[in-house]
C-alpha cells in the first residue's frame, strides 16, 4: 500500500479509501452462514462451525472452534436445541453477544413428544421441539429477520444496509415458497409420501402437505431398533412410498436397506441440516430448489 507524507505536516495518507473491516460473526451451521451472509453482505465476514455436508448432530466443539468465538463479535444459533449443550457453553462462557435465529418462530413438537431426542449417553438433546424449520421457506422470514436484528444490534452503523439486504432476501423466500408450492401441488395428495433417512423434513411436510416417513427421529444420533426399521418397511409397502432418499450428512446403508427390502428405489441425496461445499446446494435457496425438484420428480 502506497504511503504519502503531507511535508511538514508529518501526517501519512493511504492511497484508496480503506473500509471498515467486516464484522466478524460466528455461525453454528452452514444454512444459518448462508442466512447471514445474504442479509450481511460484504459488512460481515461468517465462519461457520458446523461446515458443509457437516452433521450438527454429530459434531463435538473443538479447541479451534473456541477460538473461533472468541474472535467474534456476534455468534449466531439456530436454537431449539439443534446446538449440543457443549457448544452453548462455549458461547456463553466467551461472553460474545449470541442470538437465536429461531427466536418468537412458533417451533413443532418433536416426534412423539421429543421421544425421538433420547440423549443415548451423547451430550444432545433436541428435547420437546423439532428444530429443522429451514424447511420451511416462509418461517425463514422470521428466521432471516432475526439475524437481521441481531446484526444490527452488533453494527448499528449497517442498520439501513442490513434493512435493505433483509428486504431483498425476504423478496426472495417469497419466491422460493410460491415456486414450492407450486411443485408440489402439480403431485396428487396421495402420492406426496417420502421416505428420508431422519425425521428433518416435518416443516416442510407441514406447508406443503407432505407425508415424511423416517427411521430415525429428530436427531441423526438416535437409532432406530430393528423392529422400528421392520415397521418403517411395512408401511413403506401398504403406502406405496415410492419416493426414497438419502441425505448429505448421513451414512446411507440404513435407507438402502429399506430400499432394497421393499423394492423402492433411492431418489438420490437430500440436502437436509446442511449445505453442499459446490453445487447444488451451496445456498439455501439453491438447496431449496434442488430439494424440492427431486422431491416432486420422485413422487409423480
Same mark, same amino acid.
Given at each position: 500500500?502506497?504511503?504519502?507524507?503531507?511535508?511538514?505536516?508529518?501526517?501519512?495518507?493511504?492511497?484508496?479509501?480503506?473500509?471498515?473491516?467486516?464484522?466478524?460473526?460466528?455461525?453454528?451451521?452452514?444454512?444459518?452462514?448462508?442466512?447471514?451472509?445474504?442479509?450481511?453482505?460484504?459488512?460481515?465476514?461468517?465462519?461457520?462451525?458446523?461446515?458443509?455436508?457437516?452433521?450438527?448432530?454429530?459434531?463435538?466443539?473443538?479447541?479451534?472452534?473456541?477460538?473461533?468465538?472468541?474472535?467474534?463479535?456476534?455468534?449466531?444459533?439456530?436454537?431449539?436445541?439443534?446446538?449440543?449443550?457443549?457448544?452453548?457453553?462455549? +458461547?456463553?462462557?466467551?461472553?460474545? /453477544?449470541? *442470538?437465536?435465529?429461531? $427466536?418468537? #418462530?412458533?417451533?413443532?413438537?418433536?416426534? &412423539? =413428544?421429543?421421544?425421538?431426542?433420547?440423549?443415548?449417553?451423547?451430550?444432545?438433546?433436541?428435547?420437546?421441539?423439532?428444530?429443522?424449520?429451514?424447511?420451511?421457506?416462509?418461517?425463514?422470514?422470521?428466521?432471516?429477520?432475526?439475524?437481521?436484528?441481531?446484526?444490527?444490534?452488533?453494527?448499528?452503523?449497517?442498520?439501513?444496509?442490513?434493512?435493505?439486504?433483509?428486504?431483498?432476501?425476504?423478496?426472495?423466500?417469497?419466491?422460493?415458497?410460491?415456486?414450492?408450492?407450486?411443485?408440489?401441488?402439480?403431485?396428487?395428495?396421495?402420492?406426496?409420501?417420502?421416505?428420508?433417512?431422519?425425521?428433518?423434513?416435518?416443516?416442510?411436510?407441514?406447508?406443503?402437505?407432505?407425508?415424511?416417513?423416517?427411521?430415525?427421529? +429428530?436427531?441423526?444420533?438416535?437409532? /432406530?431398533? *430393528?423392529?422400528?426399521? $421392520?415397521? #418403517?418397511?411395512?408401511?413403506?409397502?401398504? &403406502? =406405496?412410498?415410492?419416493?426414497?432418499?438419502?441425505?448429505?450428512?448421513?451414512?446411507?446403508?440404513?435407507?438402502?436397506?429399506?430400499?432394497?427390502?421393499?423394492?423402492?428405489?433411492?431418489?438420490?441425496?437430500?440436502?437436509?441440516?446442511?449445505?453442499?461445499?459446490?453445487?447444488?446446494?451451496?445456498?439455501?435457496?439453491?438447496?431449496?430448489?434442488?430439494?424440492?425438484?427431486?422431491?416432486?420428480?420422485?413422487?409423480?
Amino acid at each position: 500500500m502506497k504511503k504519502y507524507w503531507i511535508s511538514g505536516l508529518g501526517l501519512m495518507l493511504f492511497s484508496g479509501a480503506v473500509a471498515a473491516e467486516p464484522l466478524p460473526v460466528v455461525s453454528s451451521f452452514s444454512i444459518l452462514g448462508d442466512v447471514v451472509k445474504q442479509v450481511g453482505g460484504e459488512r460481515v465476514a461468517v465462519v461457520n462451525l458446523v461446515g458443509a455436508n457437516q452433521d450438527s448432530h454429530a459434531y463435538h466443539m473443538t479447541a479451534a472452534d473456541v477460538k473461533k468465538i472468541r474472535a467474534s463479535k456476534l455468534v449466531l444459533v439456530n436454537g431449539l436445541g439443534l446446538e449440543k449443550a457443549e457448544m452453548m457453553r462455549a +458461547v456463553k462462557q466467551s461472553k460474545v /453477544p449470541y *442470538a437465536e435465529a429461531t $427466536a418468537g #418462530i412458533k417451533p413443532l413438537a418433536a416426534p &412423539e =413428544g421429543g421421544g425421538h431426542g433420547h440423549d443415548h449417553g451423547h451430550d444432545h438433546d433436541h428435547g420437546e421441539f423439532d428444530p429443522h424449520v429451514w424447511t420451511d421457506p416462509v418461517l425463514m422470514q422470521k428466521y432471516a429477520s432475526n439475524v437481521a436484528v441481531a446484526l444490527i444490534k452488533a453494527d448499528p452503523a449497517g442498520k439501513d444496509y442490513y434493512l435493505k439486504r433483509l428486504k431483498d432476501y425476504s423478496g426472495e423466500l417469497v419466491k422460493l415458497d410460491s415456486y414450492a408450492r407450486s411443485q408440489f401441488n402439480a403431485v396428487p395428495q396421495a402420492k406426496r409420501k417420502v421416505l428420508t433417512g431422519h425425521d428433518s423434513f416435518a416443516y416442510m411436510g407441514k406447508r406443503y402437505a407432505v407425508s415424511f416417513v423416517s427411521p430415525q427421529g +429428530v436427531s441423526s444420533e438416535a437409532e /432406530p431398533s *430393528a423392529k422400528q426399521v $421392520a415397521a #418403517i418397511i411395512r408401511q413403506v409397502k401398504q &403406502e =406405496g412410498i415410492r419416493a426414497i432418499f438419502a441425505e448429505n450428512i448421513k451414512d446411507t446403508r440404513m435407507v438402502d436397506k429399506i430400499a432394497q427390502e421393499t423394492g423402492s428405489k433411492v431418489g438420490g441425496k437430500l440436502y437436509s441440516d446442511a449445505l453442499s461445499s459446490g453445487a447444488p446446494a451451496n445456498t439455501y435457496i439453491n438447496m431449496y430448489r434442488y430439494n424440492v425438484r427431486v422431491l416432486t420428480d420422485a413422487m409423480k
